[in-house]
């Protein structure tokens, strides 16, 4: 049975799937390619999170011919840089970003060792 998808507009972050839901930001109906693109990403995941939904995101390739847009809009709407933050609220919900908490916690720990090893 197909799962129904509601999609929700927001005024922070990029998009993200939670469950059943799909939150995209508002102004990315203004770059309708990128929109598209980001919302058949979101639609590849799965309602709850595996290995598949982190290997999705490391590879990103259906947005790889959207570059230009994806960074203009990155400049240009400023709390679109929400989306970097491991923590973030949906429908009055606390929810967190494994990849990104994987993706810090290496970042740091390659600064760490880096750092042992200049000393």
């Not at 998808?5 to 102004?27: F, N």
């Not at 679109?80 to 990104?100: E, N, V």
Request: charged letters at 20%; aromatic letters at 14%.
């Amino acid at each position: 049975m197909k799962q129904e998808l509601t999609i929700k507009h927001i005024p922070y972050g990029i998009a993200s799937r939670i469950g059943d839901c799909i939150y995209v930001h508002t102004d990315l109906i203004k770059y309708p390619k990128l929109y598209n693109a980001i919302l058949n990403h979101e639609l590849e995941h799965t309602s709850g999170y595996c290995l598949k939904d982190l290997a999705l995101d490391f590879r990103n390739k259906g947005l790889s011919g959207h570059k230009k847009d994806y960074w203009k809009f990155m400049f240009t709407t400023p709390s679109a840089w929400l989306q970097l933050s491991p923590l973030l609220m949906y429908d009055k919900k606390t929810t967190f970003d494994i990849t990104l908490f994987l993706f810090y916690g290496l970042a740091m720990l390659s600064i760490g060792l880096l750092g042992l090893l200049l000393w």
